[in-house]
């Protein structure tokens, strides 16, 4: 499939798409030694403006997963945040995009190798999926999150996504949309590449951070918001399987994914088997922050132009 964006970052310069290349030999192509965030530009047609959300916690995580994976020391904060800007700039974009910024090890090493440090940023544009519409179905997959003294999830690595990879190509298989992990202890853990919630009784409930889940900069988001704008305070626990037939209301988050309903498991209905308020509330003032179109919130945003 052809690019709709002009240029890619890597290594310090903007080059044309399809001149974005890594050797083969590279550590990052053998054995997946890398690390990554996906960060969401929003446009605003109004004020002709994109917005990059949560920026700085985004670069925190990506610096945080390098140091996790002893990488050697890489561009600043203030290269990084340039080179995005750089980017959505001389690709003009006016849409609302998806934007994956990498740090990988290159050179020819083995996998022992910290260095040397290559830095990739791509940027697609990305409209929100109709499944936050209609809500999407999961499966309790049969594959097990893996543990934090295994492959440790709140690390942002490339490798950690073959754990998603193969929970959602079963999921897919066998007619779901989406899989839900749980942890070797048997309590809920996330989606690949989301974070869980559900709403039982009028509380928000979702795993909590020893969980083996990422700690999720949407997640985050989504407590927030709950609490600022819904009176809702949400207990961050362990969250049993059979919880998701109890529930009223479950949805999944993230930054590509944003929020969405879930409305079955297994199958089976999720309270109404629609998308329940609490979900559709959150969606509405989330999109309404992401763009800038709610105020109160201009920290959380970079603009672009």
């Not at 709709?4 to 044309?16: I, K, Q, S």
């Not at 670069?59 to 980017?87: C, N, V, W």
């Not at 544009?125 to 295994?150: E, K, L």
């Amino acid at each position: 499939m052809d690019s709709t964006a002009e240029f890619a970052y890597l290594n310090g310069h903007m080059v044309p798409w399809h001149d974005a290349k890594v050797h083969v030999f590279a550590p990052v192509a053998k054995y997946g030694i890398g690390v990554f965030e996906g960060i969401r530009g929003y446009w605003n047609e109004e004020a002709r403006q994109m917005y990059l959300f949560r920026l700085a916690e985004h670069l925190d995580r990506f610096a945080f997963s390098q140091k996790a994976m002893r990488f050697d020391p890489g561009p600043s904060r203030e290269e990084l945040t340039e080179a995005l800007i750089r980017l959505c700039r001389a690709n003009r974009f006016c849409a609302t995009v998806h934007i994956r910024i990498m740090a990988f090890i290159g050179g020819a090493g083995e996998i022992g190798a910290t260095g040397p440090v290559g830095i990739a940023i791509t940027a697609l544009p990305r409209q929100s999926t109709q499944q936050c519409i209609r809500g999407a179905s999961a499966q309790i997959s049969s594959w097990m999150r893996m543990p934090d003294n295994v492959m440790p999830a709140r690390i942002k690595c490339n490798a950690n996504y073959h754990n998603a990879r193969l929970a959602t190509m079963q999921a897919r298989q066998d007619g779901y949309d989406v899989a839900f992990l749980l942890n070797s202890r048997g309590k809920l853990a996330e989606a690949p590449a989301m974070c869980i919630f559900i709403v039982r009784d009028g509380q928000l409930i979702t795993p909590s951070g020893t969980n083996d889940i990422l700690e999720s900069i949407t997640r985050r988001t989504v407590i927030e918001l709950a609490g600022r704008h819904l009176g809702l305070q949400t207990a961050e626990r362990d969250v049993d399987r059979t919880e998701l037939i109890l529930a009223d209301e479950v949805f999944h988050c993230g930054t590509g994914a944003e929020i969405m309903p879930v409305t079955s498991v297994d199958r089976t209905p999720v309270g109404n088997g629609r998308p329940g308020a609490v979900t559709r509330q959150l969606i509405e003032i989330y999109q309404a922050v992401v763009t800038g179109k709610q105020d109160g919130y201009a920290s959380w945003r970079t603009p672009i132009f």
